[in-house]
């Protein structure tokens, strides 16, 4: 019998069906999208897809040549942008005996964690295509590398320079025309920013000691991978772009329902657990979500190159270590 179905069993949650013990539970303090926090947000889609225009050609104008002289004309073009909401879901079973032992609400301790679940699979399909449906943009470091925009650590005498140099990331955005207004980053990278001055001695890192004052990067919102795990630093140690033409529209947000009656099946279509018959039950999640990359054109850097987008990759050096 195939066993890829899992569940909570008695041994995942013994330590929390004591005889006596306190009312903390310590742990990790869930992570957030990274995506979720940068893209910009529309208004939550009242239909599957929602159709966005994007500029395609710009127009044009000319001085005229005297007082009789024919105005020329112009043209402008918009492509479509299409979101299509798309489904994450998972469903957690757990025996009713155990849930009914343990001392602590195990659903309530469960949420916070499986919206971070949700977060990983919403960061690792839009930044680096990992399960990515096929209706979402291609990868965001996928396509910066695809399209040249790319720094190795290391190019520029320090860090610094590799980022905000004239060379740096941040050059191959604003050569294309865009405006970078923030970075995401492996948290490796931390250490790394934590001394970068200017010519001036003064810091070009602010670390974001209170919820006030948040991470920032010359100026511009800095986050971190907070949920741990996204960042495939084989391929990229930090993304810089114009996430403002980055966007997301939720179809639904997280959901949950408590199933007591269903039959869960393994993938090859045997039954994992019936749960009403080995007395279960089993929270379902769901989201809905569409996502999209605008790439509009801009009047500067070619349509080849083009892309709001570039990272900071591994050295050569680095990737042999």
Do not use: H
């Not at 964690?113 to 990515?132: H, P, R, S, T």
């Not at 990278?189 to 003064?202: G, I, S, T, V, Y």
């Not at 979500?289 to 680095?318: H, T």
């Amino acid at each position: 019998m195939t066993t890829d179905a899992k569940m909570i069993t008695r041994s995942n949650v013994e330590v929390m069906i004591p005889v006596e013990t306190s009312s903390e539970i310590i742990k990790n303090v869930p992570g957030a999208s990274a995506a979720l926090q940068l893209f910009k947000q529309l208004p939550n889609m009242s239909a599957k897809q929602r159709t966005l225009p994007v500029a395609s050609a710009l127009p044009s104008a000319y001085f005229l040549n005297g007082d009789t002289a024919t105005k020329q004309t112009t043209n402008a073009e918009w492509d479509k942008l299409t979101l299509t909401a798309e489904e994450i879901a998972v469903i957690i079973p757990i025996p009713e005996a155990v849930l009914d032992d343990a001392a602590y609400p195990i659903w309530d301790e469960l949420k916070p964690q499986i919206v971070e679940a949700f977060g990983l699979a919403i960061d690792e399909a839009i930044f680096f295509g990992v399960n990515k449906p096929a209706s979402y943009p291609n990868a965001i470091v996928t396509e910066a590398i695809s399209k040249g925009n790319t720094v190795e650590v290391g190019t520029d005498v320090d860090i610094a320079g590799d980022i905000i140099g004239e060379n740096g990331v941040m050059a191959k955005v604003e050569a294309a025309g865009y405006r970078v207004t923030g970075f995401y980053a492996d948290s490796t990278l931390e250490a790394k920013f934590r001394n970068l001055r200017d010519k001036n001695n003064q810091l070009l890192y602010t670390p974001g000691l209170t919820s006030e004052v948040p991470v920032s990067l010359v100026g511009r919102p800095l986050l971190y991978d907070q949920i741990g795990g996204v960042f495939d630093t084989s391929q990229a140690l930090l993304v810089a772009g114009d996430f403002s033409k980055a966007v997301y529209s939720i179809r639904q947000d997280i959901t949950y329902k408590l199933l007591d009656q269903a039959i869960i099946q393994n993938s090859d279509g045997t039954i994992a657990y019936n749960l009403a018959q080995q007395d279960m039950c089993a929270l379902r999640c769901v989201m809905r979500i569409g996502i999209q990359v605008a790439n509009p054109v801009s009047r500067k850097g070619s349509s080849a190159n083009r892309y709001p987008f570039a990272v900071l990759v591994p050295s050569a050096d680095e990737l042999g270590a």
